[in-house]
């Protein structure tokens, strides 16, 4: 028994490293026959990530950067959550505000950066307020979307054994929508590392947008590719990080992960 | 207490259409009485009626609509490209099991890597044409459509396809009767999705790479610390942001429309 | 019956009309129903689907207003929204139970919610989940649990709050037969244990009968009362006993002829 689990276990493993390892063997053995600088071996790429990112660079530009995010993503859900469930009590007001707030949704986020660099100037203040405001914007809605639509089954639930207040909030109402708003706090998050790139990309002299731009405009093809590779990993490892925290908290709300649809 | 028999006001549609327009009056009102007063300094935002204005003369300047044009042209060319490779393969995989069995895992750990991870080697492969912002593009939302297509071609009720067997529907008829059906709305779902991020994904190619566009506008507005036109090209953004989801949302509905009122994926 | 009764009686339902404010105007959905509820007496509604039996226990519930004010009284007061001593088991336990909390937590948040001290709520949630037989499984998750065994966890619920009167909206209606006559016995011990008055609506009149004390049975919408029937069945009942009893056919014969023929008889 304990042989099978593991061979499972050992498969799944496999499949996930076959295709990457692939492409990686087969992108080392063209890079080295073709000798083109702007694609250099994997070795030549590892060495530049550890350079770059090691040691000094580390606390240069890769803690700036995961702070920013961090900062902006963490106060965009918190005010996010907050908002939404305030719009969803406030039925005008609600219906009010929607066709602004469905204009600044359907915004694409990168594009507030120049605004932002404007006003807020160049710095950690401004990711942070961008990422803060496209989080917010987006817990926000399916926060407000979730609470209306909340079953009608609950809604009696609370009346007949009169649960009010924050009891209301908390114990019966938002866990009703944990998957929809872990769902959403997934998409804001890849939403928040994109922005933070591009913001540090645009207007920024630290960080590793910042860096991975300039390399490459300094023809430092080896840093640059060391950048992409920060800025895969970042997105991959962040959003495993993500599901890791997810899964408990789904199984608790009583619903199988499988059971999420893409909004 | 608690009425839940009467029907409240706001359920009205017309109501709530005029509580909506009333909602983009007051907010254009707020702003526009909070820059006279000297509240909203002007090194913040200009005031609604001067945005307002420089969004009026823009609308005719020649360059702006080549911009506008240019966007749009590389935004859909991009999209279609992307969409046309990705839609047949999720539905080969959707048929496939055995195949999505081994790249499923590899896939879901690809799509969120950050869209703009390929865009200083693709610049400087590829320069800043058409080419560019396609595989800028494709390699934002690729992942998200193929994804969504599988999914949604492998949602369909076990029961459907029993009585596909059971009435010996050859595998043509039921891939157009059976699947694709009961796939659309989900595909239709991940091509909104998509649309969204693509636009997204074209506008920071102008802004990073200097692919010609309203994002390059945006760019040289900002070296020019013209806030004025700052506002008024983000918010044009927006309407294209918008007009797009609306658009998408339609095809959503008409995916939706042969699927009852709960048919689909939420 | 009703108004000679209403000394005793603890619910009294007396010209109760309900008009919804549909999609397509008013739909009147009760029209002048009259019955009452004694002490620790239990009521079953029954009636054609789309009766309104449903309506009318939303309306005790304090969920929907009535068309008028004090059509609804309870120990002589006009219900004015969910009323302490009034508990309810909703139809869907699937909707109405909290998946993310334990059995515990699902039975102590009304009580918490009533401002009641968290080491009494948690003793009388315990005690409530043993007496529907659920003990030692206060830190399951509804979901693990099958769909009768959920609807003890949500019966648990409305008793942990001390009720007077018991609400049952079609409480056995997604469980399978087996499983539904032992909810049934369940539903007559609590009755005999605690005291309580339940009403208990359900579109099964062999259910209603075998339960009941008194069965209303409703005419199509707008519903009007049939006809009230006495159900005087020797204590205590038995699947296996009650069910045979001459009594139990010609009262169910009855009913059924009501529900199924509701023109051919008026009050």
Request: glycine share 8%.
């Amino acid at each position: 028994m304990k042989e099978i689990l593991l061979a499972v276990r050992h498969s799944r493993w496999l499949k996930f490293i076959a295709l990457p390892l692939v492409l990686i063997v087969a992108y080392q053995l063209w890079a080295s026959s073709a000798q083109s600088p702007f694609f250099p071996t994997v070795g030549v790429i590892a060495v530049a990530f550890v350079e770059t990112w090691g040691g000094d660079g580390f606390v240069e530009n890769v803690v700036p950067s995961l702070t920013n995010l961090a900062v902006g993503y963490i106060s965009g859900v918190i005010l996010g959550l907050v908002l939404g469930v305030l719009l969803s009590r406030m039925t005008v007001v609600r219906i009010a505000v929607m066709p602004i707030v469905s204009f600044l949704l359907a915004l694409p986020a990168v594009a507030l950066v120049p605004l932002f660099i404007t006003v807020a100037g160049i710095g950690p203040a401004m990711s942070q307020s961008i990422i803060a405001f496209a989080v917010t914007l987006y817990v926000l809605v399916n926060t407000v979307d979730g609470l209306v639509k909340v079953d009608s089954g609950l809604v009696d639930v609370n009346h007949v054994f009169r649960i009010r207040g924050w009891r209301q909030i908390l114990l019966v109402l938002l866990p009703s929508i944990a998957p929809r708003l872990l769902g959403a706090g997934r998409a804001a998050l890849s939403l928040s590392i994109l922005i933070m790139v591009v913001s540090e990309m645009v207007g920024a002299s630290a960080g590793i947008g910042a860096v991975t731009l300039l390399s490459q405009q300094s023809f430092q093809y080896s840093t640059m590719w060391a950048g992409m590779v920060m800025v895969a990993v970042l997105g991959i490892g962040l959003n495993a990080l993500y599901l890791m925290f997810e899964r408990p908290m789904l199984r608790r709300s009583g619903i199988s992960p499988m059971a999420r649809t893409i909004k | 207490m608690q009425v839940q028999n009467q029907r409240s006001l706001t359920s009205n549609r017309w109501v709530r259409l005029g509580i909506s327009l009333g909602g983009v009056l007051a907010f254009f009102i707020l702003w526009e009485g909070a820059s006279r007063t000297g509240w909203l300094r002007p090194d913040v935002a200009p005031s609604f009626m001067d945005t307002a204005a420089e969004l009026g003369s823009l609308l005719p300047q020649s360059d702006f609509q080549a911009a506008v044009r240019d966007t749009l042209s590389a935004w859909l060319f991009g999209f279609a490209v992307t969409a046309a490779l990705a839609i047949p393969i999720g539905l080969l995989f959707g048929a496939n099991p055995w195949a999505w069995k081994w790249f499923h895992s590899t896939f879901e750990a690809v799509r969120p890597i950050p869209p703009i991870v390929l865009l200083p080697l693709a610049i400087l492969v590829m320069g800043s044409g058409r080419s560019f912002t396609t595989v800028m593009i494709g390699q934002g939302v690729f992942w998200i459509i193929l994804l969504q297509v599988t999914y949604g071609s492998t949602v369909i009720a076990p029961v459907a396809l029993d009585t596909a067997t059971v009435f010996r529907v050859g595998p043509w008829r039921r891939y157009l009767i059976f699947r694709l059906p009961s796939a659309a709305p989900i595909i239709a779902t991940g091509l909104r999705i998509a649309a969204g991020i693509s636009l997204a994904v074209e506008i920071m190619s102008e802004l990073i790479g200097g692919v010609p566009g309203v994002g390059q506008l945006l760019i040289s507005a900002q070296a020019g610390n013209d806030l004025p036109l700052i506002y008024a090209l983000t918010g044009f953004t927006g309407l294209l942001g918008l007009i797009v989801a609306i658009l998408f949302r339609g095809l959503e509905r008409f995916a939706l429309k042969n699927h009852g009122p709960k048919g689909g994926a939420e | 019956m009703a108004s000679s009764a209403s000394r005793t009686s603890l619910v009294e339902v007396s010209d109760l009309s309900i008009t919804y404010d549909g999609r397509f105007g008013k739909h009147l959905a009760v029209s002048g129903v009259n019955f009452d509820v004694r002490p620790e007496e239990l009521i079953a509604l029954v009636g054609p689907s789309g009766a309104g039996k449903t309506t009318i226990l939303r309306c005790i519930a304090g969920l929907l207003s009535p068309d008028g004010e004090d059509s609804i009284k309870v120990d002589g007061k006009p219900i004015k929204g969910p009323t302490e001593g009034i508990s309810v088991v909703f139809q869907d336990y699937s909707r109405s139970l909290l998946a993310w909390l334990t059995l515990q937590g699902n039975v102590m948040l009304p009580l918490r919610a009533q401002g009641v001290p968290r080491a009494e709520a948690k003793k009388r949630a315990r005690e409530a989940l043993a007496d529907v037989g659920l003990g030692g499984k206060e830190t399951w998750h509804p979901w693990q649990l099958s769909g009768g065994m959920q609807q003890r966890v949500a019966i648990a619920r409305g008793l942990a709050c001390n009720p007077r009167i018991l609400l049952m909206d079609e409480p056995f209606a997604s469980v399978d037969a087996q499983t539904r006559m032992d909810l049934e016995d369940l539903v007559l011990k609590i009755k005999n244990e605690f005291k309580i008055s339940i009403i208990v609506v359900t579109h099964d009149i062999d259910e209603a009968v075998y339960l009941a004390d008194r069965v209303v049975v409703l005419s199509k919408s707008p519903s009007t009362v049939s006809r009230i029937l006495d159900v005087d069945f020797p204590t205590p009942r038995t699947q296996e006993e009650t069910r045979v009893l001459p009594e139990f056919g010609e009262i169910r014969a009855v009913a059924l002829d009501l529900v199924r023929h509701p023109k051919t008889e008026t009050v």
